[in-house]
């Protein structure tokens, strides 16, 4: 477990995801509600429910927190300082643009956006630039026995953000999430899991930390606070 922030605040966090399961309603309740509206970064949730639940859970949450909460839409830019809920019966996945390159060179003008700027290097010098990401929904099979699944949902993070991902596992009754936090883990993001005591169904964040070297292992009521420190957030 990690005791220290002063490395992990130099990272530039870009998204959050959160996985849970049985007892999940509480925990995203007690999780949301501590979460100023200051805070800068988008939130994704896969929160295991029947195929046939409507939009009572989003609109439940609405009423918890104070930052904005939707269902995600397949194709949908990713925006910060939201909150994204992966809708009954899809898998939720997010896809990352294709970088494109812009090339510059040695006293020449190129037109960017319409505007004339001058060369910053003295060579032919390609330029990166990543777009913004937007989620994929998908109706392939269950995963873990669950449609969405967690793990669907953290293994594409870690594919499109890499160690910019911040992961949380919540009560759950089954292993989903275990792979995927892993996966986050392998790409230098960092894994909160709920401590078992303080979950309603220890089953999901026990698999989680026998199978991970976690960085933080939080009862519920920890885990907003820790991450509002860690991200130096004010409100």
């Given amino acids: 477990m990690i005791n220290s922030t002063g490395e992990l605040n130099?990272?530039?966090?870009?998204?959050?995801?959160?996985?849970?399961?049985?007892?999940?309603?509480?925990?995203?309740?007690?999780?949301?509600?501590?979460?100023?509206?200051s805070f800068p970064l988008p939130i994704v949730i896969v929160q295991h429910r029947h195929k046939s639940s409507q939009n009572r859970l989003t609109d439940f949450l609405q009423q918890q927190s104070s930052l904005q909460i939707t269902e995600a839409q397949d194709k949908e830019p990713i925006?910060?300082?939201?909150?994204?809920?992966?809708?009954a019966d899809y898998?939720?996945?997010?896809?990352?643009?294709?970088?494109?390159?812009?090339?510059?060179?040695?006293?020449?003008?190129?037109?960017?956006?319409?505007?004339?700027?001058?060369?910053?290097?003295?060579?032919?010098?390609?330029i990166p630039y990543r777009g913004t990401p937007t989620f994929a929904l998908s109706t392939e099979a269950p995963v873990?026995?669950?449609?969405?699944?967690?793990?669907?949902?953290?293994?594409?993070?870690?594919?499109?953000?890499?160690?910019?991902?911040?992961?949380?596992?919540?009560?759950?009754?089954?292993?989903?999430?275990?792979?995927?936090?892993?996966?986050?883990?392998?790409?230098?993001?960092l894994t909160f899991v709920e401590e078992p005591a303080s979950a309603l169904c220890a089953t999901m964040p026990a698999s989680a930390i026998a199978n991970v070297e976690v960085d933080w292992i939080l009862p519920l009521s920890k885990i907003a606070p820790c991450l509002v420190n860690l991200l130096r957030i004010k409100d």
């Fill in 10 to 37: 130099k990272k530039n966090f870009e998204i959050v995801v959160v996985g849970t399961s049985l007892g999940g309603l509480e925990a995203l309740t007690v999780l949301l509600a501590d979460l100023p509206k």
């Fill in 91 to 126: 898998h939720l996945l997010i896809e990352s643009p294709s970088e494109e390159e812009f090339s510059l060179y040695e006293n020449d003008f190129t037109e960017w956006g319409g505007v004339a700027v001058e060369s910053i290097h003295n060579s032919k010098s390609p």
């Fill in 144 to 189: 873990c026995y669950a449609r969405p699944s967690i793990d669907v949902l953290f293994e594409s993070a870690a594919d499109a953000f890499g160690e910019k991902v911040i992961a949380i596992i919540l009560t759950g009754a089954n292993s989903d999430g275990t792979e995927g936090l892993a996966k986050i883990k392998a790409e230098g993001g």
């Fill in 79 to 87: 925006a910060p300082g939201r909150v994204y809920l992966a809708p």
